[in-house]
């Protein structure tokens, strides 16, 4: 039973932080690359974020980057994305993912539910 849980979204003003967490469950979680996508209403479905097995290597959209920060924590099944000096453009539903190969694979086998992030004055 593969499960992917989204959390941490909710409403915040422009410049500010919101920290998502993605608990994963029902597969070996630190053999498998995670990522974070999102999606605004009306629009398709864009990357955001990855991070390899270990930890060790990281990628981030160029709209994004400096911004927000994906981590994992192996011990705990959970990946994180901090999201600083939020915009009103980051507004989406994000979404937490896993695959098993590469972070720049583009091969996501399991999804979450998403988390609603509203950034808004």
């Known amino acids: 039973q593969v499960q992917l849980v989204e959390s941490g979204g909710g409403l915040v003003q422009p410049g500010g932080s919101l920290r998502l967490s993605c608990a994963a469950s029902?597969?070996?979680?630190?053999?498998?690359?995670m990522g974070w996508f999102r999606q605004a209403p009306g629009k398709e479905r864009e990357f955001v974020a990855a991070?390899?097995?270990?930890?060790?290597?990281?990628k981030h959209a160029d709209s994004v980057k400096g911004r927000f920060t994906i981590s994992r924590d192996n011990a705990k099944n959970t990946v994180y994305l901090q999201m600083n000096s939020l915009k009103p453009e980051d507004t989406a539903v994000y979404y937490c993912a896993a695959g098993p190969r590469t972070i720049y694979s583009d091969n996501w086998n399991y999804w979450g539910q998403g988390t609603q992030v509203t950034v808004s004055s």
């Open positions: 991070i390899s097995w270990s930890g060790s290597a990281t």
């Open positions: 029902g597969f070996t979680f630190s053999s498998y690359a």
